[in-house]
């Protein structure tokens, strides 16, 4: 199959490998050629704009940062519409907004082109696993053509409904995560500074009603001090203002998810945008004192 590829950083590279790895012809297309170097050697074919990536594929993947990234490639000058013949599929795997996929979709349906979102979750990590959650949204026969390429990207591919569904699943699903950073930081400093060191904390509540996913990641990460990314403070500030935007537009009350938010601007403005999400807690830390560190 001729897959494209659009956006190969911290996340897109891993995805794409793995699709590629499937046997596939791909053609790849960063705004830095080096990213896509080892895809280059593995056999894809380089291509200089988002367009000649359509031109060439029947499926185009895109993983990009923001939603007006998402838009100016695919409608923009020389974006992926301006090359995508009738027939082609398009999958958006960013976290994107659903106005943003609706009006991609609309533009792309006068073509001919069928647009799906399908935002993944599970961090570099499980994308060079390829053991990503994928959440689609958008035609059903064309999903179910084009699962077994999804199918090398993450191993809990689920069909979420109409398009927009996936992405606003992906909303949902990283303000929980998120937020759930905020609280683990109070938690977490409130034992720490109460006498119990942070590993014996992770150990009690590991076995215990406590236990979240996103705890895991500690050991690793916060106990080390180890802030490097992954998934940025930028991203994570993004998505968590998807999610309240979301909320103003439908009228959804959401004080805990602003708070949630307002952390990770504090984060943001305290110049730890490009650091991984996870250095949220170091706001928290600040504030109460005390360092969640092993010695």
């Not at 236990?211 to 690793?220: D, E, S």
């Not at 730890?272 to 504030?287: D, F, H, N, P």
Request: proline share 3%; with cysteine.
């Amino acid at each position: 199959m001729k897959v494209g590829f659009i956006g190969v950083g911290f996340m897109g590279r891993h995805m794409a490998r793995n699709v590629a790895k499937g046997g596939h012809d791909m053609t790849v297309f960063d705004i830095h050629k080096e990213a896509a170097q080892e895809l280059i050697a593995m056999g894809a074919t380089w291509a200089d704009s988002p367009r000649a990536v359509a031109e060439a594929s029947e499926v185009v993947f895109t993983s990009l940062p923001r939603p007006e990234n998402v838009e100016e490639v695919a409608l923009g000058e020389g974006g992926i519409l301006s090359g995508a013949k009738a027939g082609t599929v398009y999958f958006d795997l960013s976290t994107t907004d659903p106005d943003t996929i609706f009006r991609i979709s609309e533009r792309a349906n006068k073509q001919g082109i069928t647009v799906l979102d399908a935002p993944v979750s599970g961090g570099t990590i499980g994308a060079e696993a390829a053991s990503l959650c994928v959440m689609v949204g958008g035609d059903k026969i064309k999903y179910d053509q084009y699962k077994p390429v999804l199918d090398l990207i993450g191993d809990k591919v689920t069909y979420c409904g109409e398009l927009g569904n996936g992405a606003i699943c992906k909303i949902v699903n990283n303000l929980i995560g998120l937020s759930c950073s905020v609280l683990l930081s109070e938690a977490f400093s409130l034992g720490v500074k109460a006498g119990v060191d942070p590993q014996t904390l992770f150990d009690a509540i590991k076995g215990s009603s406590g236990n979240t996913q996103t705890m895991q990641g500690f050991p690793n990460g916060l106990f080390k001090g180890n802030f490097e990314p992954g998934f940025m403070v930028d991203l994570a500030a993004k998505d968590v203002g998807l999610a309240t935007e979301m909320g103003r537009r439908l009228r959804v009350p959401m004080e805990i998810s602003n708070i949630v938010q307002q952390r990770y601007i504090d984060s943001q403005n305290k110049g730890w945008g490009r650091m991984a999400a996870g250095s949220v807690v170091r706001v928290q830390e600040e504030r109460a004192g005390v360092e969640i560190r092993l010695e």
